[in-house]
T-cell receptor, first 110, second 115 residues
Framework: TQLLEQSPQFLSIQEGENLTVYCNSSSVFSSLQWYRQEPGEGPVLLVTVVTGGEVKKLKRLTFQFGDARKDSSLHITAAQPGDTGLYLCAGLQGAQKLVFGQGTRLTINP | KAGVTQTPRYLIKTRGQQVTLSCSPISGHRSVSWYQQTPGQGLQFLFEYFSETQRNKGNFPGRFSGRQFSNSRSEMNVSTLELGDSALYLC??????????????FGPGTRLTVT
């Protein structure tokens, strides 16, 4: 049983479109992180959200942590081909143990 | 500052053999975590070491073990390899960051193929 469910698992859209990726759980996490992973590389941390209801922006990326700290979303505005990659959400359980979602494989077509 | 390094990057082993993977964390980082990534299961936590002590452990059999040295470098060992152990093994290092959570920095991984 996956503690963190990501949806959609695959998403292919045209350059310039907007998209939202969801990360849901029945568990409460002390914090939640989003990573992006490209082929042949390890995941790279994009953002950490800690407070329920928190919203963080990173250029065209907007991250939101649910009020109950059980879910999160990633919204990309005007997607570009450089946004292509595997997006992973991860919840923190305990001091240093991350529980990852299955990931969303995003493809932005020029 | 140099990132997390993992060696080797690629490895092919035969069923029944054992393998040791190495991870050098970012300078100053004392926590090292290991993850297994497969297409079917995604990223799964193996274990975490801090100051040479294992602090957390995931749900993997005893064939998977690890250790950390005084310079924070870490190794993981898999004995009696099975076909299902084929995966990308990722190492991540972090500095204790209190309530902001474990901001972990990943290495490029070691791709292990068991034949």
């Amino acid at each position: 049983t996956q503690l963190l469910e990501q949806s959609p698992q695959f998403l292919s859209i045209q350059e310039g479109e907007n998209l939202t990726v969801y990360c849901n759980s029945s568990s409460v996490f002390s914090s939640l992180q989003w990573y992006r992973q490209e082929p042949g590389e390890g995941p790279v941390l994009l953002v950490t959200v800690v407070t329920g209801g928190e919203v963080k922006k990173l250029k065209r990326l907007t991250f939101q942590f649910g009020d109950a700290r059980k879910d999160s979303s990633l919204h990309i505005t005007a997607a570009q081909p450089g946004d292509t990659g595997l997006y992973l959400c991860a919840g923190l359980q305990g001091a240093q143990k991350l529980v990852f979602g299955q990931g969303t494989r995003l493809t932005i077509n020029p | 500052k140099a990132g997390v390094t993992q060696t080797p990057r690629y490895l092919i082993k035969t069923r029944g053999q054992q393998v040791t993977l190495s991870c050098s964390p970012i300078s100053g980082h004392r926590s090292v975590s290991w993850y297994q990534q497969t297409p079917g299961q995604g990223l799964q936590f193996l274990f975490e070491y801090f100051s040479e002590t294992q602090r957390n452990k995931g749900n993997f059999p005893g064939r998977f073990s690890g250790r950390q040295f005084s310079n924070s470098r870490s190794e993981m060992n898999v004995s009696t390899l099975e076909l299902g152990d084929s995966a990308l093994y990722l190492c991540a290092s972090s500095v204790e960051s209190g309530t902001s959570g474990a901001e972990q920095y990943f290495g490029p991984g070691t791709r292990l193929t068991v034949t």
